[in-house]
């Protein structure tokens, strides 16, 4: 069973040395790994043809270029198009596997088939190594569409991001689930999109990759106006495409984010009073009364200098509540 390993690559010289150390360390050896150059203008990718040319395992580079930078989910499409592996895999760049990651992702796999996706846990770490915070849940196994709503919009268990899946590649290509180009934020999309198809899927409770915090990364680098355009596009198509007979939980699900954002952009952008607008009409379309009236005690405190902090103060007191005990 092959895996390929996609990995763009857009100036990281101080990153991507560890991050393809940590693939040949892999104790799984069926690899290939695709590293898609993003037009890096430092000495990233001279790093990695050192490495590449410098190993002599089983595991097979190969390393695509771009003319010109296009953005990382251009660079993860690149990737995939050109991946010849039973499953595909995911690896930001600045980030690092442990070493037995695909061996342990794949196990289930081995043993069926049909498994469209497997999830490990993962911590995140600063730039020297030190953990920060991680992710634990326990394994389980997803038999159904309707259980893999429930772990993701209910549950939280299923992540948004886009690597450390493991993924079919005959499921990846017959959904197309692909990226959109020129979207900072596109793992919110791709992962909406995930959901709506997903059918079989594995939750493995050990940790296998770690998420490194980096000052200067694409989000961290961004200026307020762009990325409120970008969580406008991203709002956007998932108020558009809610999943019919799943509505009320995609609904709830965003309400949280999208209240937060709305009140730090709409200063910025418009669009943000036609998306409030927007949700409102879809809660109560399908009777979502508590999403409705989070949107307008959103849009009230949105008036105020001090709305996002109340906002802050008002979700924190309802977990209190709700968890104590």
């Not at 690899?31 to 037009?39: S, Y």
């Not at 395992?57 to 003319?67: D, E, M, Q, T, V």
Request: aromatic letters at 14%; charged letters at 25%; one cysteine or more.
């Amino acid at each position: 069973m092959k895996v390929t390993i996609i990995i763009p690559v857009y100036n990281i010289i101080n990153y991507i040395g560890r991050c393809l150390d940590s693939v040949i360390r892999q104790t799984y050896k069926d690899i290939e790994c695709i590293i898609v150059d993003d037009a890096s203008n430092d000495d990233s990718i001279n790093k990695c043809e050192k490495l590449i040319s410098a190993y002599k395992g089983p595991i097979k580079f190969s390393l695509l270029h771009h003319s010109k930078n296009r953005g990382l989910s251009a660079a993860r499409n690149t990737g995939t198009a050109s991946a010849t592996g039973d499953y595909i895999y995911y690896l930001d760049g600045d980030d690092e596997l442990t070493p037995n990651c695909i061996e342990t992702l794949i196990a289930p796999i081995l043993e069926d088939n049909q498994i469209e996706m497997v999830q490990g846990n993962y911590k995140r770490c600063s730039s020297s190594g030190k953990t920060i915070s991680f992710k634990s849940y326990s394994s389980r196994k997803i038999l159904s569409n309707d259980d893999a709503h429930l772990q993701y919009f209910k549950h939280r268990i299923i992540f948004i991001s886009a690597w450390n899946k493991l993924l079919k590649r005959s499921f990846v290509f017959d959904y197309q689930l692909f990226f959109r180009d020129n979207v900072i934020y596109e793992d919110y999309i791709w992962s909406f999109n995930l959901i709506k198809h997903l059918q079989k899927a594995c939750i493995i409770s050990d940790v296998t990759y770690y998420y490194i915090e980096r000052a200067n990364s694409i989000s961290k680098g961004t200026n307020i106006q762009t990325k409120g355009q970008n969580f406008a596009y991203v709002y956007n198509e998932i108020l558009y495409n809610l999943t019919p007979t799943h509505e009320k939980s995609e609904l709830h699900f965003y309400v949280e984010g999208f209240c937060r954002r709305y009140i730090i952009f709409n200063s910025y952008n418009i669009v943000y009073n036609d998306l409030i607008r927007t949700y409102q009409d879809k809660a109560k379309e399908f009777g979502c009364w508590v999403v409705y009236m989070k949107l307008i005690v959103t849009y009230y405190l949105s008036r105020f200098k001090y709305g996002l902090r109340f906002l802050t103060l008002l979700r924190d007191a309802r977990n209190i509540i709700f968890t104590k005990g």
